[in-house]
């Protein structure tokens, strides 16, 4: 029990950290650490942590007959639902932003939506507002009745977007920031997208010299102390240090709706330092799942993974 109370833990204090950043930074309430002054929404927020271990505690004492390998796969689950949405938000948006800022460079955009609409979306904080944030919104629906991981296509379509530079430069002489721009967007989402999703595949690839000769006991010990000291340890630091305050570096694009400096390019930049925060949750959720997993090998619970498939002596 104690094992499955600490995974659901970790997942409850995330769910409330990023909450309180939301209400911390994006509607000005003065943040859970203002309870200690007396201030009435600084103890609504500590109680958000409060309330989060509460239902962690509630939820392993009503579910012991559950196993530790069925908790990994629901964690499991559950982030891939998350990974899901957000491949869903980068194909939307990006198409999305790209059919705008093709029609704005070509001075088409009056002409298709009206030149008050048209000013408006060459604002960042309008565009990302009332066009992105609804996007998400479609993208997570779209999330919940889908089964399947798109970074195959994502990759094509980074490849596609890429020859599609290449022949408007050298065939067409015609080449726009917005073109490089979705490149990136595309190829950012997929480099810090798919990692979670590789563990959960033990897809990337383990350099050791003594861990191939491990009994799957030992084995459990180490990835199970590796989960926790080297994965979930190293994602709390990336949000603390990305989300710890309105000018960090994950924070301060967010809020700002921050763009790139070329006037005619996505204005995803600040969806880009999202990634970032994004990245660590996905990653800290699988390590999460992958503790437990760890746990269940050293119990010798039936049903574990093959972890040699991946190694490199």
């Known amino acids: ?10 997942l409850a204090v995330l769910a409330a950290y990023l909450l309180n950043n939301y209400l ?28 989060g271990l509460a239902l962690a505690f509630l939820y392993v004492a009503r579910s012991k007959d559950t196993s530790l390998r069925d908790d990994s796969r629901r964690i499991s689950d559950i982030n891939a639902f998350l990974i899901r949405a957000a491949f869903w938000s980068v194909l939307i948006v990006g198409l999305t932003d790209m059919v705008i800022s093709f029609l704005r460079v070509e001075d088409f955009l009056p002409a298709v939506v009206g030149s008050d609409i048209a000013g408006d979306l060459g604002r960042s904080q309008w565009r990302g507002s009332y066009v992105h944030i609804p996007l998400i919104g479609l993208s997570i629906v779209i999330a919940a009745f889908t089964t399947t991981l798109g970074f195959p296509w994502l990759a094509l379509l980074v490849v596609a977007a890429e020859l599609l530079i290449v022949l408007c430069r ?55 102390f ?28 967010l809020l700002s709706f921050e763009t790139t400096q070329a006037g005619f390019g996505l204005y995803v930049k ?8 994004i990245f660590a949750t996905s990653m800290m959720i699988q390590f999460t799942s992958y503790f437990l997993d760890a746990v269940a090998d050293i119990r010798g619970e039936p049903g574990g993974r093959d972890h040699d498939v991946h190694a490199i002596q």
Request: overall charge positive; glycine content about 12%.
């Open 24 to 51: 911390t930074y994006w509607q000005d309430l003065p943040g859970a650490g203002a309870f200690t002054s007396g201030s009435p929404m600084g103890i609504l927020q500590a109680g958000i942590y409060v309330g």
């Open 1 to 10: 029990m104690i094992f499955r109370l600490f995974g659901w833990s970790v």
């Open 226 to 253: 590796g989960s926790v000291v080297f994965g979930i340890a190293l994602c709390w630091v990336v949000l603390i240090v990305g989300m710890g305050g309105k000018s960090n570096i994950i924070n301060s694009p």
């Open 170 to 224: 050298f065939i067409f002489s015609y080449e726009q920031a917005f073109m490089a721009d979705l490149v990136r967007f595309w190829y950012a989402a997929l480099f810090l997208f798919a990692s979670a999703y590789t563990l959960k595949e033990e897809g990337h690839v383990r350099v050791d010299v003594f861990y191939a000769s491990f009994k799957p006991r030992t084995k459990g010990f180490v990835n199970a």
């Open 270 to 277: 600040y969806l880009m330092a999202g990634f970032l925060a």
